[in-house]
């Protein structure tokens, strides 16, 4: 470990995010919703051990399922009553930190507010900036909110404290697993409304729809296997003669979406895309869209993207794919347009220059073209791969923990960092943990 705030001569809003108190003083860690699996139930047991207690607010029958211990408070009042709910309950139970997964849900935003306002830290965890096996851990803000640096100079002074880190996959997540609870929550929440009769959630869609789509969408990928295998080899034959830019499509419910960008959904966004590509890219190019692997086909893509190309008449210039590797993608193409996907960490690791719609934490000035999107198309901007290796092992190291949620030995790894974390104030600090240098010899930089 090596205890390593955020330096306060460049960073003086990272001193909000410090607990009060010390290590030694037990805490009082509230847990609103988390991810459909076992982490937020693990890590109050562990903390539990450490000494702390743990307490929980079930908003819906889904918290209900994923905590299944003592400790637990269930509102089933109307939003209306929440904050002053909220408010009292901070108070009454002395809390010191409060913990969420996603810090822009309706009452999520309600209760940081009040948290904040108080004096008590709040983690926010999600799906990790790192892909496949690391999972976000961070306090004061995510995402776009995030109080990590944007600056290089600051981003540099941070990552030289940081040995090596092993970056290659240690824990395999399994996305089946993943769909599956997501499922099981929402129609179990859809069917117990009445136990929780005033909860709104932040997902609309029923819960049948999803289920369905998913199957849908899983048979249909198989049967155009062999189209989807053709589009890809024919991507790339062509690469020379037509280049294409990449649009990874995004989860439609995606809160990050909603929360860091301008737009009401990704329809608006994709015309906006399509109508700067139509009057501004060179004439040879394609755009290339690609369906996210967990998309459950509620909304049929190929046929909105199709009509909205069609009426801004590039309609030959457009390839849609359900499915295909994301790496092949990335490896050919000579750009990538995102609202704020992951996929643009991935692909400015491949050296392609990227265009942000929206906010993220990787939005910095020579890791991501900062132009307008007309200028995006025939712009020679280089990535900073210098300055990406340096975000990469800064973020590793301090916002984000190793593990993963529907894999036992990465849900372990996830718990125990995590715990240790707030254990030790250092949520928002460089840890380098033996989670994080496992196998240095295989160290990628």
């Given at each position: 470990m090596h205890d390593l705030a955020f330096p306060r001569d460049l960073i003086s809003e990272w001193e909000e995010t410090k607990i009060y108190g010390d290590s030694g003083s037990q805490k009082v860690v509230l847990f609103l919703q988390g991810p459909n699996c076992s982490f937020f139930h693990q890590l109050a047991d562990r903390l539990e051990k450490y000494g702390h207690r743990c307490v929980r607010v079930n908003l819906c029958f889904g918290d209900w399922m994923h905590w299944r211990r003592e400790g637990a408070f269930n509102y089933r009042g109307s939003y209306r009553h929440w904050k002053k709910y909220m408010a009292d309950f901070l108070d009454r139970e002395n809390v010191t930190d409060l913990i969420l997964n996603g810090d822009k849900r309706l009452y999520h935003k309600t209760a940081i507010k009040l948290a904040k306002a108080k004096g008590i830290r709040v983690i926010a965890t999600d799906f990790g900036y790192l892909r496949p096996d690391w999972i976000t851990f961070e306090s004061g803000g995510m995402s776009g909110s995030s109080l990590f640096p944007r600056a290089p100079e600051c981003i540099k002074k941070l990552a030289d404290e940081v040995p090596e880190i092993n970056f290659k996959e240690l824990f395999l997540d399994d996305n089946v697993a993943f769909a599956k609870a997501e499922f099981v929550s929402t129609f179990m929440t859809w069917l117990c409304h009445g136990l929780y009769p005033n909860y709104k959630p932040f997902q609309a869609d029923n819960p049948w729809l999803i289920g369905l789509g998913f199957v849908k969408t899983f048979f249909k990928k198989r049967l155009f296997q062999s189209r989807t295998r053709a589009t890809l080899r024919k991507l790339s034959d062509e690469n020379l003669d037509r280049p294409f830019y990449l649009?990874?499509?995004?989860?439609?419910?995606?809160?990050?979406?909603?929360?860091?960008?301008?737009?009401p959904n990704q329809t608006v966004a994709i015309e906006e895309v399509l109508i700067s590509f139509a009057e501004n890219s060179p004439e040879n190019t394609l755009l290339v869209f690609k369906v996210h692997p967990l998309d459950p086909g509620l909304i049929n893509w190929r046929k909105t993207i199709k009509a909205l190309s069609k009426t801004v008449g590039i309609a030959d210039r457009i390839v849609f794919l359900p499915d295909g590797p994301l790496a092949e993608l990335l490896v050919n193409c000579c750009g990538v347009v995102t609202i704020n996907s992951t996929v643009g960490l991935k692909a400015i690791q491949h050296g392609k220059k990227v265009r942000m719609m929206g906010q993220a934490i990787y939005n910095v000035p020579r890791l991501v073209f900062q132009g307008s999107l007309d200028d995006f198309w025939q712009s020679d901007f280089q990535v900073d791969l210098d300055l990406f290796g340096n975000f990469i092992k800064a973020i590793a190291a301090s916002v984000q923990i190793r593990g993963a949620w529907f894999s036992e030995e990465g849900l372990e790894s996830?718990?125990?960092?995590?715990?240790l974390r707030i254990h030790l104030d250092m949520?928002?600090?460089?840890?380098?943990?033996?989670?994080l240098t496992i196998g240095k010899q295989e160290t990628v930089a």
């Open positions: 649009y990874p499509l995004q989860l439609e419910n995606d809160f990050q979406i909603r929360a860091y960008s301008s737009y996830a718990v125990s960092e995590a715990a949520v928002n600090q460089v840890f380098v943990g033996s989670s």
